[in-house]
C-alpha cells in the first residue's frame, strides 16, 4: 500500500512540476527573447503581397506585429516612441473604397477619429498614388495613407504625440514615399 502511495505521489508531483514548468517557466523564456531587431538602413524591408519599404533611419522591426505573406503583410517600424505600420492585403475597389475602409478602421478604435482634409499622395518613384490624412486619439497624433498596387491596398498608419510626429516627419514621410509594388497589374 505504502509503495502504491508513493508511486501516486511521484506521479502526481511530476504533473505538477510539468504544469508549474508550463504555466512559469515559457511565459519567462518567452520574455527573455527580444521583441525588436534594428533593420539595415537604407535598403527596401519585404512587406508582403510584393510590396516594399525603405524603413527611416535607426527604426526597430517589432517582430510580435510583423507577418510577411505572399499575398498580404504587414510590418511595425519603431522610430523611438513613433509606431509606423504598413499593411499590404488584397482588395477589389477603388482608392476612395480603400480610403473609406481605413478611415472606418481608424475611427474604430476607442477615442480616435479622423480629422481634416485628405490629400494627394504619390510614392517617390511616381508608381502609386494615394490618399492620406490625419487622425487623432487621447494623448497621440497620427497619420494615414493608402495606395493601391494590383490588387491590393497599402495601408500605412503612423502615431506618436504631436512633437514626436513633428519631428519625425521627413524621415516618415521619406520612407512612406518609398513603397515600391513588384508584381502584375
Given at each position: 500500500?505504502?509503495?502504491?502511495?508513493?508511486?501516486?505521489?511521484?506521479?502526481?508531483?511530476?504533473?505538477?512540476?510539468?504544469?508549474?514548468?508550463?504555466?512559469?517557466?515559457?511565459?519567462?523564456?518567452?520574455?527573455?527573447?527580444?521583441?525588436?531587431?534594428?533593420?539595415?538602413?537604407?535598403?527596401?524591408?519585404?512587406?508582403?503581397?510584393?510590396v516594399?519599404?525603405?524603413?527611416?533611419?535607426?527604426?526597430?522591426?517589432?517582430?510580435?506585429?510583423?507577418?510577411?505573406?505572399?499575398?498580404?503583410?504587414?510590418?511595425?517600424?519603431?522610430?523611438?516612441?513613433?509606431?509606423?505600420?504598413?499593411?499590404?492585403?488584397?482588395?477589389?475597389?477603388?482608392?476612395?473604397?480603400?480610403a473609406?475602409?481605413?478611415?472606418?478602421?481608424?475611427?474604430?478604435?476607442?477615442?480616435?477619429?479622423?480629422?481634416?482634409?485628405?490629400?494627394d499622395?504619390?510614392?517617390?518613384?511616381?508608381?502609386?498614388?494615394?490618399?492620406?490624412?490625419?487622425?487623432?486619439?487621447?494623448?497621440?497624433?497620427?497619420?494615414?495613407?493608402?495606395?493601391?498596387?494590383?490588387?491590393?491596398?497599402?495601408?500605412?498608419?503612423?502615431s506618436?504625440?504631436?512633437?514626436?510626429?513633428?519631428?519625425?516627419?521627413?524621415?516618415?514621410?521619406?520612407?512612406?514615399?518609398?513603397?515600391?509594388?513588384?508584381?502584375t497589374?
Amino acid at each position: 500500500m505504502w509503495r502504491r502511495l508513493l508511486r501516486n505521489g511521484l506521479g502526481s508531483g511530476s504533473i505538477v512540476l510539468i504544469l508549474g514548468l508550463l504555466a512559469f517557466g515559457l511565459p519567462a523564456f518567452d520574455r527573455s527573447l527580444e521583441s525588436t531587431e534594428a533593420v539595415p538602413a537604407g535598403l527596401p524591408y519585404d512587406v508582403g503581397g510584393g510590396v516594399s519599404v525603405i524603413p527611416p533611419p535607426g527604426a526597430l522591426l517589432d517582430l510580435t506585429q510583423t507577418r510577411p505573406g505572399e499575398e498580404r503583410g504587414s510590418v511595425l517600424f519603431l522610430v523611438g516612441p513613433i509606431r509606423y505600420a504598413v499593411v499590404v492585403q488584397p482588395f477589389d475597389g477603388g482608392l476612395t473604397d480603400a480610403a473609406d475602409k481605413l478611415r472606418r478602421k481608424i475611427a474604430a478604435n476607442r477615442g480616435y477619429q479622423v480629422v481634416g482634409r485628405e490629400a494627394d499622395i504619390d510614392t517617390a518613384n511616381g508608381q502609386l498614388r494615394g490618399l492620406a490624412g490625419g487622425y487623432s486619439a487621447p494623448g497621440r497624433g497620427g497619420r494615414y495613407a493608402v495606395f493601391l498596387a494590383g490588387e491590393r491596398s497599402i495601408e500605412v498608419t503612423v502615431s506618436g504625440t504631436d512633437p514626436q510626429l513633428s519631428a519625425a516627419r521627413p524621415v516618415i514621410d521619406a520612407s512612406t514615399r518609398s513603397i515600391t509594388f513588384r508584381g502584375t497589374r
